[in-house]
């Protein structure tokens, strides 16, 4: 069996304790990963803050020349990628290769910022007493950054972080979701061959409660950039201190669709936004507000196409949807959906498991207060219900914790501004789902879906510090 080791200061170093590590949809045994303590936890940021200085002192084409190779290696080894994911994650292997490509994406754009982080000069004059002074802006980088990502984009997600933190000039010790380490690992390969300096990358793989806690203590540790569930985030805000911290949580994100508009266009865009990745994004949509001039219509299609999804092994060219992340999360979603059907609502479609899958399931006339509906579902459940004006839609978007993105399709402009206006997210999509992202746009939520923005250019600003220099000209 495959044992994987920790990769700290440029080696791979044995930890004193090894987990299994299971394929999500076939139970398979698929590796013996590392198990961090403390201390290793502790090698991984003295290693770090060792490289510190070398990252800061990293010319900028040279931090971009770095991305770049890896760029070149991820392309070259981009098959092998999507396996990894499709193995760890149950992410059907075409969805996989799409991540791929957009981690290869991300990468590229993070290699074109390493290049433009820049300041600016300061008219000091405009302030009486100001004058004579030459004063201009730089950004600095941060320090060591600590990464902690899910299991759903095990790659991409990474690369949101890793990208930024190298073309900001900041080491990174990253802690992977414990389901998802190889792809993570593997990076680490890739990235040693694209030249990075030894203790400049880090990967300790282990328990969130213990790697995650300590690199939240650990006073070295300058930023904590964070992707996972709005519990663990909050707790983590909460521990930090002065530490910069960004925080990309969950969501139960909307659409509405307006009457007048094309259905048969955005049927497969809105089942493909429901059900991708078996519901397990963070812009999965959840709860869809039609229309009634449109809403029978819309279900009956929109129930169809659902119904023509392909559940089965990641490894299958075909498959739409396979396994959820463990045999608990299906239990739960079995237990919400049991929920909204004892408070009245309809199952369309689905409702049942086939092993650790749970076929695509569509749910009707949902009481706002069942979990499927005000808690972030994470599973292939969607909900459909009716409203008699795009102002209702407004306000049951509205009408959550959350506030990652939404979607609204329609034909009308006014409407459409005033949804951009009123919506409480950190993204409108207009004629679109609320699970389109491209990587470089910014990306974050509102309320309980986060702080800060994931994006190149927006991460690169949270990963450096603003620095201000004033040149007295006359004495
Ligand atoms: P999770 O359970 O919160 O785990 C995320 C990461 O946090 C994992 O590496 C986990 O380690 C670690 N962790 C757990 N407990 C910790 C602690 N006490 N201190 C520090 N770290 C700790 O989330 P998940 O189930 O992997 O991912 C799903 C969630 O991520 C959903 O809520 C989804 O919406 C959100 N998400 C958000 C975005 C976005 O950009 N907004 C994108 C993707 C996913 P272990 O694996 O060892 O527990």
């Given at each position: 069996?495959?044992?994987?080791?920790?990769?700290?200061?440029?080696?791979?170093?044995?930890?004193?304790?090894?987990?299994?590590?299971?394929?999500?949809?076939?139970?398979?045994?698929?590796?013996?990963?590392?198990?961090?303590?403390?201390?290793?936890?502790?090698?991984?940021?003295?290693?770090?803050?060792?490289?510190?200085?070398?990252?800061?002192?990293?010319?900028?084409?040279?931090?971009?020349?770095?991305?770049?190779?890896?760029?070149?290696?991820?392309?070259?080894?981009?098959?092998?990628?999507?396996?990894?994911?499709?193995?760890?994650?149950?992410?059907?292997?075409?969805?996989?290769?799409?991540?791929?490509?957009?981690?290869?994406?991300?990468?590229?754009?993070?290699?074109?910022?390493?290049?433009?982080?820049?300041?600016?000069?300061?008219?000091?004059?405009?302030?009486?007493?100001?004058?004579?002074?030459?004063?201009?802006?730089?950004?600095?980088?941060?320090?060591?950054?600590?990464?902690?990502?899910?299991?759903?984009?095990?790659?991409?997600?990474?690369?949101?972080?890793?990208?930024?933190?190298?073309?900001?000039?900041?080491?990174?010790?990253?802690?992977?979701?414990?389901?998802?380490?190889?792809?993570?690992?593997?990076?680490?390969?890739?990235?040693?061959?694209?030249?990075?300096?030894?203790?400049?990358?880090?990967?300790?793989?282990?328990?969130?409660?213990?790697?995650?806690?300590?690199?939240?203590?650990?006073?070295?540790?300058?930023?904590?950039?964070?992707?996972?569930?709005?519990?663990?985030?909050?707790?983590?805000?909460?521990?930090?201190?002065?530490?910069?911290?960004?925080?990309?949580?969950?969501?139960?994100?909307a659409l509405i669709v307006d009457q007048g508009v094309d259905l048969d266009t955005i049927i497969p865009r809105a089942v493909s936004g429901a059900?991708?990745?078996?519901?397990?994004?963070?812009?999965?949509l959840?709860r869809v507000y039609v229309h009634e001039q449109v809403y029978d219509q819309f279900v009956e299609k929109f129930v169809e196409k659902a119904k023509?999804?392909?559940?089965?092994?990641?490894?299958?060219?075909?498959?739409?949807?396979?396994?959820?992340?463990?045999?608990?999360?299906?239990?739960?979603?079995?237990?919400?959906?049991?929920?909204?059907?004892?408070?009245?609502?309809v199952?369309a479609a689905?409702?049942?498991?086939?092993?650790?899958?749970?076929?695509p399931?569509v749910l009707l006339d949902v009481?706002?207060?069942?979990?499927?509906?005000?808690?972030?579902?994470?599973?292939?459940?969607v909900l459909i219900n009716k409203i008699s004006?795009v102002?209702e839609g407004?306000?049951h978007?509205?009408?959550?914790?959350?506030?990652?993105?939404?979607g609204i399709y329609t034909n009308?402009?006014?409407?459409?501004?005033?949804?951009?206006?009123?919506?409480?997210?950190?993204?409108?999509?207009?004629n679109?789902i609320?699970?389109?992202?491209?990587?470089?746009?910014?990306?974050?939520?509102?309320?309980?879906?986060?702080?800060?923005?994931?994006?190149?250019?927006?991460?690169?600003?949270?990963?450096?510090?603003?620095?201000?220099?004033?040149?007295?000209?006359?004495?």
């Open positions: 069996m495959v044992k994987k080791h920790l990769f700290i200061n440029g080696t791979w170093v044995e930890a004193r304790e090894y987990r299994p590590l299971y394929s999500p949809f076939s139970g398979e045994l698929l590796a013996e990963v590392a198990f961090a303590d403390e201390a290793d936890v502790d090698k991984a940021v003295a290693a770090a803050e060792q490289a510190r200085p070398v990252m800061a002192q990293m010319p900028a084409h040279q931090r971009a020349s770095i991305l770049e190779k890896l760029v070149l290696l991820l392309e070259q080894n981009a098959e092998e990628c999507a396996r990894l994911i499709a193995l760890e994650a149950a992410k059907p292997i075409a969805t996989a290769r799409g991540e791929v490509s957009r981690t290869v994406m991300t990468y590229k754009f993070a290699a074109e910022e390493a290049k433009r982080i820049h300041g600016e000069t300061i008219p000091m004059d405009a302030a009486a007493g100001g004058e004579n002074r030459v004063a201009y802006t730089v950004r600095r980088p941060l320090g060591v950054v600590a990464a902690i990502t899910p299991f759903n984009f095990p790659m991409n997600l990474v690369a949101h972080k890793v990208g930024p933190a190298i073309a900001a000039g900041n080491p990174i010790v990253l802690k992977p979701a414990t389901q998802t380490p190889l792809s993570s690992l593997f990076l680490a390969e890739l990235l040693q061959q694209a030249g990075m300096p030894p203790g400049a990358f880090n990967v300790v793989t282990g328990s969130g409660g213990i790697v995650g806690e300590r690199l939240i203590q650990d006073e070295r540790v300058k930023m904590i950039t964070f992707t996972g569930s709005p519990a663990v985030g909050i707790a983590i805000r909460n521990k930090a201190g002065l530490k910069r911290v960004t925080l990309e949580l969950g969501s139960n994100s059900f991708a990745f078996a519901g397990q994004v963070c812009i999965s959840q023509s999804l392909k559940v089965g092994s990641p490894l299958e060219e075909d498959s739409d949807l396979s396994a959820l992340i463990s045999p608990k999360d299906v239990e739960r979603s079995l237990a919400w959906i049991e929920e909204a059907k004892q408070q009245g609502a199952v689905g409702g049942i498991r086939d092993g650790n899958c749970l076929y399931t009481d706002p207060g069942a979990k499927v509906s005000c808690q972030e579902v994470f599973a292939p459940i004006s102002a407004i306000a978007v509205n009408d959550s914790r959350y506030g990652l993105q939404a009308d402009v006014h409407t459409a501004l005033k949804a951009a206006e009123q919506l409480e997210v950190g993204g409108v999509m207009i679109d609320p699970t389109f992202r491209v990587d470089h746009m910014p990306y974050g939520g509102v309320k309980e879906s986060g702080v800060g923005r994931e994006g190149l250019k927006y991460a690169v600003e949270e990963m450096t510090e603003l620095k201000l220099v004033v040149f007295h000209t006359h004495s």
